[in-house]
């Protein structure tokens, strides 16, 4: 049965056709991970497919409602420091959530945050390309993230939209992350807001209705999807590559994340409490749900094409492609039609795994000149890209409208 009918059934309404309409999208497989996993080590395990945010969704569904978006973004846009007081002028209830919703949560460990820095800082250039190509590229093999993205206001100018999400990345790894005068705390409310506006404005979005099989967007399960995609999928690249990581950095790059989950709005009960439960989770609710959409297949293209206007000779779609082949493997790089590359595949296959134990000060196994001269000058591309972009004074704003396309 299509979308269309299956909405028909629900708006319908009705005891019999809703309970049918119910059963037709309640997920296939119940949800089995175990909050025994989760940080708290304890939760209701309540399905958090069908959970949102019961916290941030009101608050901005009414400010929408209202149209005092727009002058709340205006305030917004000079709150930017963790310890930063927030504007005057906000409306009583907004600014109620977002001071319960700024605080750290008492299991925030700043030891386990200094060591964080220490992961970040010895491998920060080339997780900037994981979090790009691992990461930035699973997004669009994640159906339900894809098509939010391509029908929401972001789909309509990706290359801004991706500065904004790589401005999370860069924060969550700059030294003072979750420190008063860090960025993170900040950039994760705004987002949770985004998100919250998106709940609320893709379902007026006809193609999103007639494409997306949930009725609202971003559930608790879907961001932690999204999640698995970002440390969990660098974890596992680090991995696949033999970087060797202290135990106290691996942990300390978990936590960072963990406490990014929570201030996302994520009920501690779904966050992992160490790699062994993350991985466990992303088994169960991020590889099993990879696949193409038509909206991811654009997506991808776009974000593939995004260097081609930069003088910069080694961001080249083929090359940009060839990496994203190579992270996420080739059954993913065939769903998103990017073609084999004669140079770079092998290239990447035979020598990048040694380039970087070089790189991380190991043994020389015979890593061929040219090719170490041909990463570092990717790496170093890529960082003046990257660093270029997100120099800039980035803002994320809560969205007021659908993609007009
Ligand atoms: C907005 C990060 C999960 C869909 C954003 C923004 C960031 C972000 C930084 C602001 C960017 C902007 O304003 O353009 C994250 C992170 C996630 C996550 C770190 C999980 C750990 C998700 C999921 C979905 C989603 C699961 C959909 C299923 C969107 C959409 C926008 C957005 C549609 C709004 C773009 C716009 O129209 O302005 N997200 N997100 N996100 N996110 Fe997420």
Same mark, same amino acid.
């Given at each position: ?94 600014r109620d959530f977002m001071e319960h919703a700024r605080q750290l949560p008492s299991w925030a ?128 690249n680090l991995k696949k590559w033999n970087v060797r990581i202290a135990p106290d950095e691996s ?34 609710? +991020? #590889?099993?749900? !990879?696949?193409?959409? =038509?909206?991811?297949?654009? $997506?991808?293209?776009?974000? %593939?094409?995004?260097?081609?206007? +930069? #003088?910069?000779? !080694?961001?080249?779609? =083929?090359?940009?492609?060839? $990496?994203?082949?190579?992270? %996420? ?12 590359? =004669?140079?770079?595949?092998? $290239? ?58």
């Amino acid at each position: 049965m299509d979308n269309f009918n299956r909405r028909n059934m629900l708006k319908a309404g009705g005891v019999a056709g809703a309970a049918g309409a119910i059963a037709l999208i309640a997920p296939s497989t119940p949800w089995t991970w175990s909050p025994a996993g989760s940080v708290p080590g304890t939760g209701s395990g309540a399905d958090p497919r069908g959970a949102w945010d019961y916290e941030a969704d009101p608050v901005v569904a009414g400010l929408l409602d209202r149209g005092e978006v727009p002058r709340v973004n205006e305030l917004l846009k000079h709150w930017t420091k963790n310890s930063q007081p927030l504007p005057a002028g906000l409306p009583a209830e907004l600014r109620d959530f977002m001071e319960h919703a700024r605080q750290l949560p008492s299991w925030a460990d700043q030891g386990k945050l200094a060591s964080a820095v220490n992961f970040n800082q010895k491998r920060g250039t080339y997780l900037g390309v994981l979090y790009g190509f691992a990461s930035g590229m699973m997004s669009t093999v994640i159906p339900k993230e894809a098509r939010a993205v391509y029908y929401s206001k972001g789909g309509a100018d990706m290359k801004d939209r991706i500065t904004k999400t790589a401005k999370l990345g860069y924060d969550i790894g700059s030294l003072n992350a979750y420190q008063p005068d860090g960025e993170m705390v900040v950039t994760c409310v705004k987002t949770r807001l985004a998100h919250a506006a998106v709940r609320h404005l893709l379902p007026q979005s006809p193609h999103w209705v007639n494409s997306a099989p949930e009725d609202i967007p971003i559930s608790q399960a879907d961001i932690m999807v999204t999640w698995h995609s970002l440390p969990t999928t660098v974890m596992r690249n680090l991995k696949k590559w033999n970087v060797r990581i202290a135990p106290d950095e691996s942990e300390g790059f978990l936590h960072s994340w963990q406490l990014a989950a929570h201030l996302l709005g994520v009920e501690d009960q779904y966050i992992p409490a160490s790699w062994n439960e993350a991985d466990s989770q992303a088994k169960q609710v +991020l #590889d099993p749900i !990879l696949a193409p959409t =038509p909206e991811g297949i654009k $997506l991808a293209d776009i974000l %593939l094409s995004l260097g081609m206007n +930069l #003088d910069l000779t !080694l961001l080249t779609r =083929p090359i940009l492609g060839a $990496l994203t082949r190579f992270m %996420l493997g080739n059954e993913v790089a065939d769903w998103l039609r990017i073609p084999t590359e =004669p140079v770079w595949t092998p $290239l990447l296959e035979t020598a990048w795994g040694p380039y970087l134990i070089v790189r991380e000060g190991g043994l020389d196994l015979g890593v061929p000149e040219e090719a170490y001269w041909l990463f570092d000058e990717f790496l170093r591309q890529f960082v003046l890209f990257y660093m270029s972009e997100i120099r800039m004074p980035i803002n994320i704003s809560i969205p007021v409208i659908n993609n007009p396309n």
